[in-house]
Nanobody, 132 residues
Framework: HVQLVESGGGSVQAGGSLRLSCVAS????????????FGWFRQAPGKEREGVAA???????TYADSAKGRFTISRDNAKNTLYLQLNSLKTEDTAVYYC???????????????????????WGRGTQVTVS
């Protein structure tokens, strides 16, 4: 099973920036994330979880409208790490941010999961982002 651990959250003023990280680990030392697809999701108090950004195993990306132009998702396969750069933060970005991962379906080269949270089977515990 894949374990995901997020970090980098915190409290910032509106207009500020944060960089979230998500380190993935697996059952063997040779575990690598190259084949995995990832997504960042968030959940604010009293609201449903929503997709923020996703990156497929070929590096192609998908963003929610609320994230376009402000957030950047990236991955470093050598470090087994996923990132989410948050710029120009707004108070409405306050939420717990979760990292999610999964493998492509059998026979498929990519996940094409996008921002559908039901497409991801592995989840981290989240990191809090508070914008005031």
């Amino acid at each position: 099973h894949v374990q995901l651990v997020e970090s980098g959250g915190g409290s910032v003023q509106a207009g500020g920036s944060l960089r979230l990280s998500c380190v993935a680990s697996g059952p063997v030392n040779s575990f690598a994330i190259n084949a995995y697809c990832f997504g960042w999701f968030r959940q604010a108090p009293g609201k449903e979880r929503e997709g923020v950004a996703a990156i497929d195993n070929d590096g192609s990306t998908t963003y929610a409208d609320s994230a376009k132009g402000r957030f950047t998702i990236s991955r470093d396969n050598a470090k087994n790490t996923l990132y989410l750069q948050l710029n120009s933060l707004k108070t409405e970005d306050t939420a717990v941010y979760y990292c999610a991962a999964d493998l492509p379906p059998p026979g498929a080269s990519g996940c094409y999961s996008g921002l559908r949270d039901t497409a991801y089977g592995y989840w981290g515990r989240g990191t809090q982002v508070t914008v005031s």
